[in-house]
């Protein structure tokens, strides 16, 4: 697919980062939060929705910029059609949406999994986090380049 279509390989790294920096920062705010011993299920239950809003608020807003200048920068330095340009644009901000909100909420449910099982969270969650964010973003960027611009689109060749 990437050798069909060798664009996408150029925005990976923004998905990929973005998804990390999500991630990490739930982890942290996790971690803080934990600190205090006596949460409740509900507080915990809470706390994954309000990093998962955040994340997908997050998500909508750079998504929705990364469609825009992304689309413009395609558009104009690499001189392709403004549908196309949208098209793989569009395709970049959804999943910097999909990828940010799994990562915010993987970056809260691994550090509450490992306090349960009494294994310190700030030193076992970090790499496992920043493995599945990585994981998460590219199967979820390179399968929704595969779906709309290759099988939907006809973008390929």
Known sequence: MVAQLTLIMAFQSLILDMAGNVGTQSLAVTIRVLMYEKLTAKQKIRLVFKEIKIGLFNGIILGGLSFVF?????????????????????????????????????????????????????????????????????????????????????FAG
């Open 70 to 154: 992304v689309g413009l920068y395609i558009s104009l330095f690499k001189h392709k059609e403004l549908g196309f340009s949208y098209v793989v644009s569009g395709c970049i901000g959804f999943s910097l949406v999909i990828a940010m909100v799994i990562s915010s909420a993987v970056g809260t449910l691994i550090p509450l999994f490992f306090k349960k099982i009494k294994i310190d969270p700030a030193v076992a969650s970090g790499p496992l986090i920043t493995t599945v964010n990585d994981l998460v973003a590219v199967v979820t960027y390179y399968g929704m380049s595969w779906l709309l611009l290759i099988n939907i689109f006809r």
